[in-house]
């Protein structure tokens, strides 16, 4: 009797380059530097769980020890692969740097790098998780990371490279593993369940890739835990193994929100919660229902991986409410769901609701088209402050747009008011959004600081403009006091000055308005996101739990 028992994912491991899923443009590479006997000394393995990461480093070990085919394939029946594939080649040193994550780990690791190979050609370090070493472990690392001993190759892997310092990436080789796509999932699930005799059909596998975000382990512990569950393996089964929304609900609670019918969507939710459904899984499934929702407003109604006869309920469901319409309400439920709070049950529910309102095909509010504003208009700016912050701007014919240092300065709050009542938000609030976003987009990515400028403008109320003047007003004093410090950084400003005259002309001034005291905020939900929806899931009895740094 043998106590040993593979699970699927351990027992189909890849052991060569071609059984790598979804990576060719990883292991072509490994494969020529291999041919070229052009190594490098260490190698860093970045991407998301269950897509390969350390099994092509084992692969790459084996590779770089045994004889290779003309492919720079390693080569299966000599001893040395069969002793890395069995886990017993002594110069295959694997670490979990979650559990070794200290200086001594690392050092008592490194003592040995300087004895030659017992059998192989080279000793090969596979550090595994390795964005959870210390900060002193890392700076032991260095030196041999830099300059290891020629017989010594190393190979880092990680899930979470943004927090791997600067100075550990520059002195490896870089490969960024991707998510595994549905159709290569469902090929190689379908080799297993052949190979293993797993009775299942081509929808189950498409099921089963559909939730397994990218990750082909994943996607393997799936296909065994279902077939050791179940006889008959089915889409419905699984639903009720794994807890998977049937999409058909979410095509449900919209065919109430569409009809306005609030007293059935609240029935059809309660009942939902009284089963015990997961409102996070919820929301996920009314998320795709809306995303495949703009997709058939689109035109588009075959779709890998969804049935036909899906998409034309979906197609049913959403017929005669146009896309950007559809778009909006994504927008505005995935802004909700990336909250953090502890009644997430609530916030959907609320959320919900309030879009049996929004979906009204009489609310000409919803889809008002966006107006020009002529340049002397004076568009609605908040008066709840009367402290600002002007950032000066020296018009220059070679220069027109140079910012100056930042200077306090005082507005009359009354007057501000008098310049509100001008005209009304509801005329420039569609051109006033389509701008800024243009500045959210040009800024998307840049980062100088430790923000992301665009991520951090996003945190402001829409802007409003009078005369020259465009009025930023954060959420809140922390995101105020972040910009400030983004702000004393000559090449941050540079960048925000460009985009926003890009957008707003060479002539305007922006005026930082100092956010009310965070007491209020947190009465008023202001420096959480600046939505009815919020406001009501609020009433209801959500709460936003408290971001904290760390």
Request: proline fraction near 3%.
């Amino acid at each position: 009797m043998t106590l040993k028992r593979e699970v699927l994912y351990q027992k189909w491991r890849p052991r060569k380059f071609a059984d790598v899923v979804g990576q060719d443009h990883i292991t072509l590479t490994l494969k020529n530097s291999l041919l070229r006997d052009k190594y490098a000394h260490a190698y860093l393995f970045t991407g998301p769980r269950g897509t390969g990461k350390t099994s092509t480093a084992r692969i790459l070990a084996k590779a770089l020890n045994t004889e290779r085919d003309s492919q720079g394939e390693p080569l299966l029946d000599t001893e040395i692969s069969l002793d890395i594939d069995s886990g017993k080649f002594l110069d295959l040193i694997e670490i979990d740097a979650a559990s070794n994550r200290r200086i001594d780990d690392i050092r008592s690791l490194l003592e040995n790098v300087q004895f030659m190979p017992s059998k192989g050609k080279y000793k090969v370090y596979i550090i595994d998780e390795v964005h959870m070493l210390t900060n002193e472990a890392f700076n032991a690392l260095l030196k041999t990371l830099e300059e290891p001993p020629p017989q010594v190759i190393m190979i880092l892997a990680t899930t979470e490279i943004q927090k791997l310092p600067e100075t550990i990436i520059s002195r490896c080789q870089r490969y960024d593993f991707r998510n595994v796509s549905d159709s290569d999932i469902v090929s190689r699930l379908r080799h297993i369940s052949d190979s293993e005799t797993i009775s299942c059909d081509d929808d189950l596998l498409w099921f089963i890739a559909q939730n397994s975000s990218g990750s082909l382990r994943d996607a393997c512990n799936l296909l065994e835990q279902l077939s050791v569950a179940f006889e008959d393996l089915s889409i419905e089964n699984a639903r009720s193994l794994f807890g998977i929304m049937d999409e058909n609900i979410s095509l449900e609670i919209f065919n109430n929100i569409i009809k306005n019918d609030q007293e059935n969507l609240i029935v059809l939710l309660q009942d939902l919660r009284v089963k015990g459904v997961d409102f996070r899984m919820l929301s996920s499934s009314i998320i795709d229902a809306l995303r495949l929702g703009v997709f058939t407003s689109n035109g588009i109604i075959t779709l890998e991986g969804y049935s036909k006869d899906h998409l034309l309920a979906v197609k049913k469901t959403f017929d005669g409410i146009p896309a950007k319409k559809l778009l909006s309400i994504l927008e505005k439920l995935l802004s909700l769901i990336s909250i953090r709070t502890e009644s997430f049950d609530v916030l959907l529910e609320s959320a919900l609701i309030h879009l049996s309102y929004i979906f009204d095909v009489n609310n000409k509010k919803i889809e008002a088209p966006a107006i020009e504003v002529p340049e002397n208009d004076k568009p609605l700016i908040s008066d709840n402050s009367t402290q600002n912050i002007s950032i000066k701007q020296s018009v220059n014919t070679s220069d027109p747009a140079k910012l100056e240092s930042i200077e306090e300065i005082e507005k009359d709050s009354n007057t501000v008011q008098t310049e509100a009542n001008i005209v009304t938000p509801e005329i420039h609030n569609s051109q006033e959004k389509d701008e800024w976003e243009k500045v959210l987009f040009d800024l998307r990515r840049v980062k100088f600081g430790k923000m992301v400028l665009g991520g951090l403008l996003r945190n402001v109320e829409i802007p409003k403009r009078i005369d020259d003047k465009l009025a930023l007003k954060f959420k809140s004093k922390h995101l105020h006091d972040l910009f400030k410090a983004e702000w004393k950084i000559d090449l941050a400003r540079e960048a925000v000055k460009n985009a926003v005259i890009k957008v707003y002309g060479d002539k305007i001034k922006l005026v930082l308005e100092e956010p009310e005291e965070e007491k209020k905020n947190n009465a008023d939900g202001t420096n959480i996101l600046d939505s009815s929806i919020v406001k009501s899931a609020l009433a209801m009895g959500a709460k936003i739990e408290e971001e904290k740094e760390g």
